[in-house]
Every structure is written in structure tokens, then in C-alpha cells.
């Protein structure tokens, strides 16, 4: 009762309470003071008042076919007033109140018009029949039960016609609100049936109106009163029930919806002629002229309704089968795939074009699954999706379909449902060339033109995603690569540049993100720890050490990194970090690696004073074992180390770099030969071999085989126990001095090692230049990171090189177990890295030789 308004909900009361009062002190007769019809207008007002006041919300058109009842509950409640108010000869009889209160209780019928009219394909005619022969049928079943309705003898004789008049009132409503409110829409379905319940109750009050004229009681008057005031609060609640706003025109706001009510009433009407005609025999009654008469027209009217049923429904299959061929019509004519499936994806349709679209030649065959028609992995997220949520929501699913060989085409599909049905409509549209598109461009959003690297902007969306594992980034920047562009060109630049792209894939694992800045910076994301970024860090140095060749000119660049943890710092942060170690490790000169966690001035090192450090013995020398297969030290490589108080050890490249800047390459290269072998002398074991290597980029090459005699011959070391080490980039970018330095070197019996061997560019023309007698390969860079099996397949090709050229090779970077068995199982002679013996003092070095297995 909350719904309703307070105007009805008070008019319900009175209409009880008022009644109950009033309709025991009224005179039937209709002499006297007609207090009922006082109440009745009351009721009336009210229910009108409410009608109102729900028709000011509603739209135009909503509240259209809802003003009759307003105006007919205002003249009713005009007609009661009067007839209530001024009782006597005035508003006794068949008078003003009565005209007014017929115009009043037939405005439902208009209500009913209107309703029939919002109805899609309303057929008037057949209304009109049908609401004749429900008329018909009841004036019929009136006359068959002898009613006073139509036979008012005992009514007075000015007053029958007026009882004739509320018989005729009560078939005239019944039959017009059956005809035309039996089929209506869905979202007036609420509002006809009440509507259908207030006439059938005006219906009822116009007979208790008559049998109250042919005999009066206040028994009949108080039906006729009780019954009015529950037909005009129907009228208020169907008024109430009606939806605020119009539901358009489409198929589906407008489409029909048979009434139960509305068809019970018509039925009945229909069924009740028969029996009452049984009812008639059995009482034993003649069946008058006027009967019989209203049962032929009833008939007659019946067949006519049948005949135009025929007709309509010939019609309606023309129709429908003209439709489905212009639906059919449509369908095969359109680009865009329709398929029809059930819950099982079974395809219970396909037009034309979806079966192209999916791959079926010839006709659709029964038990075809859509599931079996797309590529393998698409199978079960599209059963989960399709399954997840209900026809026509969410996004369009995406589908792939094997077309030939390994190409797939990508379909985009729409689907609908009808409500509580089991089919689901597809509408499929071929995207292929739309998502090749949209791919293509979000690789080029996010792709560097000329090396094919990520650009900056997945850089940063890299950086900026969320994970659980450790990460860190390596910021990179290339030394002299302005000289390149200079001497030979932008074109040749470029060149080098996609050449750096190449190699930094060589050192990093396939998950690892490899970005280009711009210019010549790149980018690196490492998963790893800070250590392993460090790791991958100086491999980064030494691959980009090695010299690059483009348009016929070799180039010795080099790169600068800066290493920073994503773990701990986030993306921008990390960013800053690894760019502000890079500066700090361009700072520290070429091929210097700086970590954000300890970024520190190199100043000690640029302040380096190789005399002074060699007097207070602050640069040492440092050895890595190369052992043999059954881990014997056959051979040790030296390495300067300088101790800075402040950044503690600095060696490899950086102490190179800084010794380059302050010219003292030389002297630096001069102390390791002779520090070196000095102290390779003092071990007992005279079958160990010491391999020196010469600095990395232009090395001096004048006097270079008198200052290794002169230290061979210092120390007392054999010639044959001496191993000069040099790369590629050494030999292309020193003097031509160079290699007879190296030649002489060879003849006193010192033997002669190609660093990083198999990296270079004229690896055979190079050695037929100079005569070797070892090589050293990298193990680590021969494949991408961690890619083991590859790099041992390399390495065993190498392997079989070498042998076959009298080589030595020996096996660098060996960092685990794996490696060591795999360049054994390769054929190589002798083994270094982390794995093996490294960083040894002399003292270590000789504590390792004591107990190390003596050669037979």
C-alpha cells in the first residue's frame, strides 16, 4: 500500500467505512436524502485527485490514454453530488445525473482504445467483432435466464427504459474491454488487467442498479455502491500501474502479450451462450424469438471473425515466409559472418560468409562444433568466456582460425540471446588485417627504428610494472662513438649502432629487456640480483671491446655501465640511479663499470702514481689458474691490481683506462712484465707457464720484444714458460709495429695467445699475419646468457679448429660444474674462470702448486 497514493489509499477507506454508514439509512427508492451517493461522490473525487496527480509525472504519452478515467471519476463524482444533494422529482427519474454518470463510466473504453492501439499490428476490425460478439453473447445469456435486464416487467413503467439502458451499459463494457484489452503489451500488461477488473465491476454495478429499480432493497444498493466504488479504485491503481515514460515503438516495447484476464472474460462470454441455452431446457423455458434471434447473430458475427481469423493467419504466414526469405536474403548477401549455436557450440547455422569465415567448405554438417574449428590454444579461454558471461555483455570475443599452413585468421564475434533461450546469435566479422594493424603499431610505438630494440617508452612501462622478483637495470653509454660518425659518416654510425644491439643480445638471457635510449645509450633489464647485473655488466665491456668493423674501416669504441636494483629503488628512481653511475663511470674513463650502491670518484685512481704505488706496494699482481682436464695448474694469467684507500682494488679496464689517461700505459705495461715474472720464479713447480696480455686497445708496440727478453732475462724465467696475450682490437688499432714486435717475441720461444678468439672479423687473415701458438675463447660469449647447450656446441666446433691448426685453446668464463664437463667433453685443452682457481696471491698460488698432482 506504500506505492500507492494517499489519495486512493483515503478513498478505500471511505469508500468502507462511508458505505457501511450511509447505504442502511439511503432510501431505496430513491426518495429522500441519498447519503451513499454523497460518499460515492467523495470516492470518486479522491480516486480522481489520484489519478492526477500520477498523470503530472508521467510523460505525454504515457499519461494519454489515462486522462479519460480522470475526467470520467470528475463527471461521476459531478453526477453523485447532485443526485445525493438535491433528492425528489429534480434527479429521480432518467435525468441530467444520469447522462452525466453514463458519459463518465464509459470513458474506460476509451482507456481500452488507446491501450489496444500501443499494440503492434492492432487489426480494428477484428476488434470490433470481437467485442460484438461478446455483447451479443451476453444480451443472449440475458435473455436465455429470464433476467429483468432485458425483460424489466416488474420495473416501473417510466424507469424501464433506464433498466433496459444498465443492461445494455453493463454487455456494451464487458464486450468492448474484452475485445479490446485481451492482448496488450508487457509493460501495460498490470494496468489492463486492473483495468479489466474496474469494468468488470462497473458492469456489475449497472446490474445491481437495475434490479434495484425493478425491486428496490438497500441490499441491491448496497452491491451497486460497493461494487462503483471498487471499479474507480481500479481505475486509480491501473492508472497508478501504467510506467512513467513511453516505451517506444520498437518490435520488442510494443510486442503483443495475450491477457488472462481479458481472454477469460471473452471465453466465457463465448461459452456462456450454450449454457445457458442447456439451462434453459432443463428449467423447461421456450427459447424466445429475441434469443434465437441474438444466437444467429452471434453465429453469424463468430463466422465472419473466423473468416477474417483465416484470412489474418494466411496473411501472417505470407508474411513471415516473405521475411524469412528477405531475412535469408540479407544474410547470404551480407560481408559479416551469422551463426547460430546451442550451449554445447554446436553450430545449429551458418550463412555464406561465416562459413568462410570459419574455415567450412561446402554445407554446415550436423554435430560441428565452433570449439573444433579454432586453433588449439584459443579452445578452452574462449569456452570460459563465451561461458562467463551472458550473451551481448562485455567485450567482443576474439577468435583464431587456421586458414593454411601456419597462418591464422582472427575473427571478431557479437552474439545475442533471446531471454530464457538456449541459441545464441554470432555475428562474426573478419579483424585480421585490423589486428595486424593495431599490432603493428603498438610495436612501432614502442620499438626503435633502426636497431628493432625497445624504445624508451617500454623501457619505462618495463620498469614501471609490478613484480616479485629480483630485477636491476643497466644503464650504457659507448666510448668514441662520436669519433665514428665523424670519420666515417652517419651511415656507417648507424651501422655500428645496430651492431651493438646484436652483440648486447649475445650476453643477456631471452627474459631480459634490451632498450635503446637514444643516440648511443641503451638500456639493459637484468633479472637478477645487483650482483648478476654487475656480472653481466663487465661482459657488456668486454664484448663491446672488441673493435667493430663498418664500411670497410674497424672502429675501437667501447661502453661505460651503470648498474642500479629495480628491488629496492622502483622504476624512475632506478632509472636516476643507473644514469648517475653511468656519469661517475664515464668519469673513470673508458670501459669502467660503476654500481649504483657505491658510486665513488675514481680520484684516486686518476691521481695514480705508478712509481709511488710501486714503492709502497699498492699495485700488486693478481693470478687466474688455467687448469687441465684432470685439475692440474698448467698455466697463470696475471693481472695488475692498484689498492685505493678510499675505493679500494681497481684493475682489468678501469686501471687501463685511468693509465691511458695520464700516459703511463708503458710504464705500466713494463712493471707487469717484469713484476710478473719475477714472481713467476719463485714457484717450485717449473712446468707452470705465465700468460701476460697487453693492454686492451693500442698497445705500445716499439721495444716491446727487448722489454719481454729483458724481463725474461732478469728474473731467470725460461722463454718457453711465457705466454704474450693480445686481442683482435690490439692488433687492428696499434702500429704496424705492431706485429714484427710479435714475430721476434716468437722466435726467443715465447709463445704467442689470441685473446676472445672467434669474436673478430678476419679471424683466419689475422692469423696467417701472425704466427700463434694459443687461443682463449669465451665461453660466455658464444651464446645468448645462460643459452649452456649453444655455447658449448660453439665451442666444440672451435675445439676442432684448433686442433686442426696445432693450437692450444684454452676455455675462459667457465663459471659451474656444467661448463668445466662440457668444455672438456669439447676438446679443450686448458680451463679458467670462477670455477677454477682465481685471484691469487703468489703465496696462494704456490700453497695450490704444493698440492696440486705433479705432471708424469
Known sequence: MREVPRPIRWAVVLGIVGLALTVPHSAPDGTGMQWDELVLGAVATSCAVGIVRRLRIMDRASARPWWPPAVGALGFAVAQFLAGSFPGPAFDGFGVDDVVLLAGATSP??????????????????????????????????????????????????????????????????????????????????????????????????????????????????????????????????????????????????????????????????????????????????????????????????????????REDGRVSEDLVRSEEDFRDLIESSSDGIAIMDGGFRLLFASPAARSLLGIDGELSDDVSLLDLLVPEDREPVRAAALAQAAGDGAALHLRVPVEGTRTRELEVISSERPGGTRRVLYLRDVTTRRTRERELERMAYTDHLTGLPNRALLFRELGA??????????????????????????????????????????????????????????????????????????????????????????????????????????????RAADSALREAKRAGKGCVRVSDDVLVLAGADEMSLELAEAEGTTTVRFDAACTSDGRIALVQATPVYRHPGIGAVQGPELWSAA?????????????????????????????????????????????????????????????????????????????????????????????????????????????????????????????????????????????????????????????????????????????????????????????????????
Not at 116 to 129: M, P
Not at 259 to 287: F, K, R, T, Y
Request: proline share 4%.
Open 109 to 310: 473504453l476509451i482507456t481500452c482504445a488507446l491501450l489496444a492501439r500501443g499494440v503492434s499490428r492492432t487489426r480494428w476490425s477484428a476488434l470490433v467483432l470481437d467485442g460484438a460478439i461478446v455483447v451479443t453473447a451476453i444480451l443472449v445469456i440475458t435473455e436465455l435466464l429470464r433476467t429483468p435486464l432485458v425483460s424489466p416487467a416488474a420495473a416501473p413503467e417510466d424507469l424501464r427504459s433506464l433498466v433496459l439502458v444498465y443492461g445494455a451499459y453493463a454487455a456494451v463494457m464487458l464486450g468492448g474491454v474484452g475485445a479490446l484489452c485481451t492482448v496488450s503489451t508487457a509493460a501495460m500488461r498490470r494496468s489492463a488487467t486492473t483495468l479489466i477488473a474496474g469494468v468488470s465491476l462497473q458492469a456489475c454495478a449497472a446490474g445491481a442498479e437495475a434490479m434495484a429499480i425493478v425491486d428496490p432493497s438497500w441490499g441491491w444498493t448496497a452491491v451497486s455502491d460497493y461494487a462503483v466504488a471498487a471499479a474507480l479504485l481500479c481505475a486509480g491503481l491501473a492508472a497508478h500501474r501504467a510506467p512513467l515514460r513511453a516505451a517506444g515503438r520498437s518490435a520488442r516495447a510494443s510486442a503483443p502479450q495475450v491477457s488472462a484476464a481479458g481472454l477469460s472474460l471473452v471465453v466465457a462470454a463465448i461459452l456462456g451462450v450454450p449454457a445457458a441455452m442447456v439451462w434453459g431446457v432443463l428449467q423447461g423455458e421456450d427459447v424466445s424469438t429475441a434469443a434465437l434471434l441474438g444466437c444467429g447473430l452471434a453465429f453469424v458475427l463468430m463466422s465472419v471473425r473466423l473468416v477474417l481469423r483465416i
Open 466 to 575: 609490478v613484480s616479485d622478483d629480483e630485477r636491476c637495470l643497466l644503464v650504457l653509454d659507448l666510448d668514441g662513438f662520436k669519433a665514428v660518425n665523424d670519420v666515417a659518416g652517419h651511415e656507417s654510425g648507424d651501422h655500428l649502432l645496430i651492431e651493438v644491439a646484436r652483440r648486447l643480445h649475445t650476453v643477456v638471457r631471452d627474459d631480459d629487456l634490451v632498450a635503446r635510449l637514444g643516440g648511443d645509450e641503451f638500456a639493459v633489464v637484468v633479472a637478477g640480483s645487483v650482483a648478476d647485473g654487475e656480472d653481466v655488466a663487465r661482459r657488456i665491456v668486454d664484448v663491446m671491446a672488441m673493435p667493430f668493423r663498418t664500411d670497410g674501416t674497424t672502429f675501437a669504441v667501447g661502453a661505460s655501465v651503470g648498474v642500479a636494483g629495480l628491488a629496492s629503488l622502483g622504476g624512475q628512481a632506478a632509472f
Open 660 to 856: 691511458d689517461r695520464h700516459g703511463r700505459t708503458a710504464a705500466l705495461q713494463g712493471w707487469l712484465l717484469r713484476q710478473a715474472c719475477a714472481e713467476l720464479a719463485t714457484l717450485p713447480d717449473r712446468s707452470v707457464a705465465l700468460a701476460v696480455s697487453l693492454p686492451p686497445g693500442p698497445a705500445p708496440a716499439v721495444g716491446l720484444a727487448r722489454e719481454v727478453a729483458d724481463a725474461l732475462a732478469e728474473t731467470g724465467v725460461d722463454p718457453s714458460r711465457f705466454v704474450l696475450s693480445f686481442t683482435e682490437e690490439t692488433l687492428l688499432t696499434s702500429s704496424a709495429a705492431l706485429v714484427p714486435e710479435l714475430a721476434a717475441i716468437r722466435r726467443s720461444g715465447v709463445r704467442l695467445c689470441l685473446d676472445n678468439y672467434g669474436l673478430g672479423y678476419s679471424l683466419f687473415g689475422l692469423m696467417a699475419r701472425v704466427p700463434l701458438d694459443m687461443v682463449r675463447v669465451e665461453l660466455p660469449a658464444l651464446a645468448a646468457r645462460d643459452d649452456t647447450d649453444r655455447a658449448l656446441l660453439v665451442l666444440a666446433a672451435i675445439g676442432r679448429t684448433t686442433t686442426d691448426l696445432g693450437l692450444v685453446s684454452i676455455a675462459g668464463g667457465i663459471a659451474t660444474t656444467e661448463q668445466r664437463d662440457g668444455a672438456v667433453a669439447a676438446g679443450l685443452q686448458l680451463l679458467h674462470g670462477r670455477a677454477l682457481p682465481h685471484d691469487l696471491t703468489v703465496e696462494t698460488l704456490t700453497a695450490l702448486l704444493a698440492e696440486s698432482p705433479v705432471p708424469a
